[in-house]
């Protein structure tokens, strides 16, 4: 009777002599249907790993191996693809789904989604920002809005003594959590690292008072910083009488008006955007007080966004070509899909 220390050894067989197409298929098996991992299969057919590697990826190539994953997430997977693809970004993360893509005209519905897609990025991009933050000194530009603001409230776990805050634009005229002073300090508080911030208006009342602020030496200290951070992460308004710029009172409502009808369908850091993706000439921009986007361009610019009325401001901006990655809801990421037609 053998002893149970026996039992411990694999039994091990040497198959190189088998054919190539005979072994490509048993070690496929083994390794996707029979669950061993390379080194179990190695073993278990006499080879070396590297040659189990080799074979499997050959049974790849040649189609005797067909990959299918059933799982909603792969949906999702095929999404971010796709509008990386088209917009040319060096990544896109979409959140799970949640059913909100048909929203149709129902205005209690286009609330909830907005807030529960708000929430979801701003998770993702905590998770993010926690990942470049763990790996040491760092500058960060952040805008303002309510996503960039559950982004702080998002972040947590994460200590980085050398990372620094900066804001990219002025503050809003009311107090507001998503207020850039109070996004930076957040921010900062959370990590332990620096908050810079610009302690005049966003928008200024006329282009001579913009730039006597733009010259006050905080001011152009904070900009300093600013146009030399390593990572950016932006958000994006829409140009409705629902947006911060007018529910704040920072324009009129006659410039909003106007700002549309020149072809306006958003701004992003005080410049505005046409839906190609084209800058549109306006006074707002020569009145904004904030780094002058196109002094970053190149750079690593993440855009955050969420929420299906932003959908039109999305497409602009990200068709411009400032941005590199975007951190987006899903439902908001299938409709962007869908106009981006096949990859």
């Not at 198959?15 to 029979?34: G, K, P, Q």
């Not at 508080?189 to 730039?211: K, N, Q, Y």
Request: contains cysteine; glycine residues 8%.
């Amino acid at each position: 009777m053998k002893s149970d220390s026996s039992k411990s050894v694999p039994l091990t067989v040497n198959l190189a002599h088998e054919s190539d197409d005979s072994l490509i298929v048993r070690t496929a098996w083994l390794y996707y249907m029979a669950g061993l991992n390379q080194e179990e299969t190695a073993a278990r057919l006499g080879l070396h790993r590297t040659r189990v590697n080799r074979l499997l990826a050959e049974a790849r190539e040649r189609g005797l191996v067909s990959i299918t994953i059933q799982h909603d997430s792969a949906r999702e997977l095929q999404t971010e693809h796709d509008i990386a693809h088209y917009y040319g970004l060096d990544f896109c993360l979409a959140t799970p789904r949640i059913g909100f893509d048909d929203i149709g005209s129902n205005p209690s519905l286009a609330t909830a989604q907005g807030m529960i897609s708000r929430r979801a990025v701003g998770s993702a991009g905590a998770n993010f920002l926690r990942g470049k933050l763990s790996q040491g000194p760092i500058t960060v530009g952040v805008s303002w809005g309510r996503t960039i603001e559950q982004v702080a409230l998002h972040l947590s776990g994460v200590r980085n003594p050398e990372a620094r805050f900066v804001s990219l634009m002025g503050s809003l005229t009311r107090n507001s959590a998503s207020n850039p002073f109070e996004v930076v300090q957040a921010l900062a508080a959370r990590t332990g690292g620096e908050g810079h911030f610009l302690p005049v208006p966003f928008i200024a009342d006329s282009e001579a008072d913009r730039d006597v602020l733009m010259s006050q030496r905080t001011v152009a200290d904070a900009l300093s910083i600013a146009r030399t951070a390593d990572l950016y992460i932006v958000s994006i308004g829409e140009l409705t009488e629902h947006s911060s710029l007018r529910t704040q009172d920072m324009i009129t409502a006659e410039e909003l008006q106007t700002a549309r009808d020149s072809g306006a369908v958003c701004d992003t850091l005080g410049k505005l955007f046409a839906r190609d993706g084209r800058p549109i000439d306006h006074a707002i921009n020569s009145r904004a007080i904030a780094v002058d986007i196109e002094a970053i361009r190149g750079r690593d610019i993440v855009l955050l966004s969420g929420g299906l009325e932003k959908i039109d401001a999305i497409q602009a901006v990200l068709s411009s070509g400032l941005i590199r990655g975007l951190i987006i809801d899903g439902d908001t990421a299938q409709v962007l899909a869908r106009r981006c037609g096949p990859a």
